[in-house]
C-alpha cells in the first residue's frame, strides 16, 4: 500500500509523501532514543524500549480493556496467548507495564507493584521457587507487601497454606500507603508470569506441582487487589 519491494534492489515509495510547510521549524519530540539500535531481534521488548515501541495500539488498548474488566469482574486474571515470537511478552513489558506503573496509571488503571515470575527459569521441575522470588518483589509505599522472609521460608508458606498471603495483601491495604487507594478501585498488584507453557510442556513438572502452582494462582486471583497476567504459546493450549 505504501511500499512495494523491488527483488535484489530494494523498496520503492508507491504512495505521495508529503510535509508540513514549516516542518524544519517543528521543535524535536523530546522522549528520543539514544541506546543503540532499538532493534532486539529474538529478545522481548521490556519498558526501556517503551519510547520506540509502537505498532500494536489497538492490541494494548484491548489487553488494557480486559484487565480492567477482569478487575471489576472479580476474575482477577488475563491469559495472553500467541505462537512464538508474536510480540505477547514485548506487548506486556514494553506497551502495558509502563502505562500501568506511571503517575496514576492510565485512565485510573494502576499496578502499583509488579512481580515478574519467568517459569523458563524453574528448575527439577519446581515452579514454586521462581513464583516465590517474583511474589517477593511486591512492594507498596516502600513497605513489602509479603514479610520479609527467605525464598525458601516463602515457597513453604505457598506450598502448605497459600490462602495465607491474601491476609498479608489485605493488611498492607489497611496501612497508610494502602488506604491512599481506599477510592481507586482499579489499583493492583501486578504479577506477570512468563514461559507459562512450561507447566505442561516441561517433562520434569509433575502433575503436584502443577496443581501446587494453580492453587497459589486460584488464591491470588480471588483477591481483590491484584492482577495476575500470564503469558503463553499457544501450541502448548
Known amino acids: 500500500r505504501y511500499i512495494r519491494t523491488i527483488p535484489k534492489v530494494g523498496y520503492r515509495l508507491i504512495a505521495p509523501v508529503t510535509l508540513p510547510e514549516d516542518y524544519r521549524s517543528m521543535p524535536a519530540d523530546s522522549d528520543r532514543w539514544t541506546q543503540g539500535s532499538p532493534y532486539v531481534g529474538l529478545s522481548a521488548f521490556d519498558a526501556r ?47 502495558a507495564i509502563p502505562l500501568l506503573t506511571q503517575a496514576n496509571g492510565f485512565d485510573g488503571l494502576q499496578a502499583l507493584s509488579v512481580a515478574s515470575c519467568d517459569l523458563a527459569a524453574a528448575h527439577g521441575g519446581d515452579v514454586l521457587t521462581p513464583l516465590a522470588e517474583a511474589l517477593a518483589g511486591w512492594t507498596l509505599g516502600g513497605r513489602p507487601v509479603l514479610p520479609p522472609q527467605s525464598t525458601a521460608q516463602l515457597k513453604a508458606v505457598l506450598a502448605r497454606e497459600p490462602e495465607s498471603i491474601v491476609a498479608d495483601i489485605e493488611a498492607v491495604f489497611r496501612h497508610p500507603a494502602g488506604r491512599a487507594f481506599d477510592d481507586r478501585p482499579h489499583a493492583h498488584l501486578l504479577l506477570t508470569i512468563d514461559h507459562a507453557e512450561a507447566l505442561v510442556a516441561a517433562d520434569d513438572i509433575d502433575a503436584d506441582a502443577r496443581d501446587a502452582f494453580a492453587r497459589v494462582l486460584r488464591t491470588l486471583c480471588a483477591c481483590a487487589r491484584t492482577l495476575t497476567t500470564m503469558v503463553a504459546r499457544i501450541d502448548f493450549y
Request: hydrophobic share 45%; proline share 2%.
Open 49 to 95: 524500549h517503551a519510547i520506540v515501541f509502537c505498532g500494536r495500539s489497538r492490541m494494548l488498548a484491548e489487553l488494557l480493556a480486559a484487565m480492567r474488566s477482569q478487575i471489576e469482574n472479580e476474575r482477577s486474571f488475563i491469559l495472553m496467548l500467541g505462537p512464538s515470537g508474536c510480540g505477547k511478552t514485548s506487548l506486556l513489558r514494553a506497551g
